[in-house]
């Protein structure tokens, strides 16, 4: 059997080439476990910075398989555990230990009410994750299906990070905080459209103006990381009823428009 063939250079990829991305994926993985440990021991920061250095690696490992031209349906399953863990089981167990673990004493509705809560948010990552690899060729690139599992785990780190950061404690928020963990959990198995930062940009090249808007949110990151998370966070969550009622919007006047223009 001969060696893989770029498609791009029409050379032999190096044998070790698959080993790049999976690598990535490797790390990602080893930063959501990493996330739980923290979490149970108490260590809740620790576990947010450990999630968010999992959604940067998840983000790399994709790039890195299309510029080096190894995707491989072995790398897409990977990636999907991978997610699961970082974004799904880690998160929950981070917002469970942090808050939802307190919301009522032991055996009471409350205190049931906090970890079903976590669990229902974990339940909807598997489920996220599984329409979202089952619709892996036929989705639209641009958007987003339902609230990507990075997307949501990033805005629960970013809301118990600020929390902390604001010395905020944890029996302060846990009641709103498990209305927005359930809420995530629904956004992620909803058909409410998100847009999707994997198809941006479409070429190398970009406006200057998004070299000058980065600029500006790294320098805000390093005045303060846990209030811009949390500002993106909540931002983004709300683009995509925006954007789907929008979407819906024109799409009605668009159909009056040819209903009156196909009229006698």
């Known amino acids: 059997m001969s060696d893989p063939v770029s498609k791009r250079t029409g050379k032999p990829l190096a044998k070790g080439a698959f080993l790049l991305p999976n690598a ?6 080893m930063a959501g476990f990493y996330a739980m440990v923290a979490a149970i021991n108490g260590q809740p920061v620790a576990a947010c910075v450990a999630i ?4 940067l690696l998840d983000g790399v490992d994709g790039r890195i398989a299309r510029l080096t031209n190894t995707q491989s349906d072995f790398g ?3 990636d999907s555990l991978s997610d699961m863990v970082s974004f799904g089981i880690a998160p929950a167990i981070l917002v469970f230990t942090w808050a ?6 032991p055996d009471t509705v409350s205190a049931k009410l906090g970890w079903l809560g976590a669990f229902f948010y974990a339940a909807c990552a598997a489920l996220r994750l599984a329409r979202f690899n089952t619709q892996a060729g ?4 641009a958007y987003f299906q339902g609230l990507a599992s990075p997307a949501a785990a990033g805005t629960i780190l970013a809301t118990v990070w600020f929390s902390i950061s604001r010395d905020i404690g944890p029996e302060v928020v846990a009641w709103p905080l498990l209305v927005l963990t359930i809420c995530l959990g629904t956004l992620m198995v909803s058909r409410v459209r998100y847009f999707s930062f994997k198809a941006w940009p479409a070429t190398d090249r970009v406006p200057f103006a998004w070299i000058f808007l980065l600029l500006v949110v790294i320098v805000l990151l390093a005045i303060d990381l846990p209030a811009v998370l949390f500002t993106i966070g909540i931002v983004y969550v709300l683009s995509g009823p925006v954007l789907t009622v929008r979407g819906r919007y024109q799409q009605r006047r668009r159909r009056r428009r040819e209903k009156r223009d196909a009229a006698p």
């Open 52 to 55: 968010l250095v999992a959604g």
């Open 24 to 29: 990535f994926t490797t790390a990602a993985l």
């Open 100 to 105: 939802l673990g307190d919301l009522g004493h």
């Open 76 to 78: 897409v399953q990977y």
């Open 138 to 141: 036929v989705a639209e690139k």
